[in-house]
């Protein structure tokens, strides 16, 4: 890939303090891939594709490079901590489009900390009791964290290094398993080239694309730690290294982790369990004991749901601030300083989320809107390629862009083979948005024809 990069990034006045190095700022990006897609859904993966498991996961890998890519150049361009809605504003300057961009990140939040909580009242809780129903658990789960919330919880990046080192270590775990395996000759390697789908037609390839459109919920996250780009030092030289680590490292944990799945666990078996890395660790032949693998996936999920429900919240916040939703969403706490509106609206779409989905199209939602603001941030990378900046970047081929854009669209697409209910959901998602973009429209429309009626009289 071409780059250009300079030593010194445009340092903005009163900006914030650049704390993250690249060392840090690598962790911060496999912490936040990390966590509830590769831990949840592989059951859910197996299930579309079958023994074939590693495929999908390959292609996800493969598409989130491409989009990694643009991101790179993106955020060397401009530093600001803004992400997606700031690159479709730069390029479209349409404010409905940057809006629904925006929220829509905001809701892929909110359907990955659901299907963390499905997956925190599945089987990975119920390895310690099956007392109590799973969904009473997961809307309990998301309650809780909106009650931390509320407190003020602060996810620093040296926590977050902390966790990411959790995480990393139940993955360690599952390969350490399968290599065991490998070596004293347990297993089924046949099943690694089995398929779900008869045939090798078009019911194959959607089987494939849907299973990949799926996967690829355990690559996101990614895409956050843009945001951190006025925290960094030297935001133009690290975000590649950075980006570039993060994504590899976490998809060749993934192809493994699939391999060693799919190579010790029949894909129905895994299909059916929504803790599926718990029953690769059952099936292993190794003496390592369930509920301590039980008990850091419960610590991997819920770490990646506070982290959603807080952006989330956050974020908007951060739209009524700017007055692209209703004001008062962007009312805080006086003593905490904490967005309460905010946290009470997620935290409400959340409940109904968990209360109405499970783990699989959850996640599939997750993807399906991030897939579209990844068509959308491809796209936006070409339309820039006009907008000059003084400091020197990273330059990604345009070719990769153009890529991204083509197999983003491709995934978020009917051909890949997903239920309706995700199609609907992510409707009524963006539909709640739509409508409060309206009435804040409106309300601002009357409040300055108010102000114009008074100054006349």
């Known amino acids: 890939m071409a780059t250009s990069e300079a030593s010194e990034a445009p340092a903005a006045e009163g900006g914030l303090k650049r704390v993250i190095g690249p060392k840090l700022l690598v962790l911060f990006v496999i912490g936040d891939i990390l966590g509830t897609g590769i831990y949840a859904t592989t059951g859910a993966v197996a299930g579309k594709v079958g023994g074939a498991l590693w495929l999908p996961f390959a292609i996800g890998f493969v598409v989130a490079i491409l989009t990694a890519a643009s991101y790179v150049e993106l955020v060397g361009k ?5 992400g997606a809605a700031l ?12 809006f629904i961009i925006g929220f829509m990140v905001m809701c892929s939040g909110l359907s990955s900390a659901s299907a963390a909580a499905r997956a925190f009242g599945g089987d ?39 966790l990411t080192v959790v995480e990393l270590t139940g993955l360690v775990v599952v390969l350490g398993i399968g290599a065991w395996a490998v070596v004293t000759g347990d297993g089924e390697p046949s099943r690694l080239g089995e398929f779900e789908a008869s045939g090798t037609g078009y019911a194959l390839i959607t089987s494939v694309l849907g299973a990949t459109a799926l996967g690829f919920f355990a690559f996101v996250g990614f895409e956050d730690s843009v945001n951190m780009a006025e925290e960094t030092r030297d935001p133009v030289r690290t975000f590649p290294r950075a980006i570039f680590t993060g994504v590899v490292v976490t998809g060749t944990i993934y192809v493994l982790v699939a ?6 666990v029949d894909y129905r078996t895994l299909e059916k369990s929504s803790g599926p890395l718990l029953e690769v660790v059952k099936a292993g032949g190794v003496a390592f004991p369930p509920k301590l693998f039980a008990l850091i996936a419960l610590f991997a999920v819920t770490n990646s749901a506070l982290i959603n429900i807080m952006m989330a919240s956050r974020l908007c916040y951060g739209l009524a601030n700017e007055r692209v939703l209703p004001r ?10 904490t ?50 900046v003084e400091h020197r970047h990273f330059r990604t081929p345009t070719i990769l862009p153009v890529i991204g ?17 995700v199609y609907i959901r992510a409707g009524v ?23 114009a009626g008074t100054g006349n009289g």
């Open 259 to 264: 391999l060693v799945s799919s190579l010790l």
């Open 78 to 82: 401009y530093p600001k901590a803004a």
């Open 405 to 421: 854009a083509a197999t983003a669209l491709t995934l978020a697409s009917p051909l890949a083979d997903r239920a309706a209910d």
């Open 328 to 337: 008062g969403m962007g009312k805080v706490l006086r003593k905490r300083r």
């Open 124 to 162: 990975y809780f119920q390895e310690f009791t099956d007392a109590v129903p799973s969904t009473l658990i997961s809307i309990a789960f998301i309650l809780a964290l909106a009650g931390l919330a509320l407190r003020g919880v602060s996810e620093s990046v040296k926590t977050n290094m902390v």
């Open 87 to 98: 690159y479709t504003q730069k390029a479209f300057k349409v404010p409905f489009l940057t």
């Open 339 to 388: 967005p309460v509106t905010g946290i009470v609206f997620v935290t409400l779409l959340a409940v109904g989320l968990v209360s109405t989905g499970e783990i699989a199209g959850l996640g599939d939602t997750t993807a399906f809107l991030l897939l579209c603001v990844f068509t959308v941030v491809n796209v936006a990378v070409l339309v820039l390629r006009k907008d000059r």
């Open 429 to 451: 998602l963006i539909g709640i948005g739509i409508v409060l973009w309206g009435v804040n429209k409106l309300v601002m429309k009357l409040r300055h024809e108010e102000m």
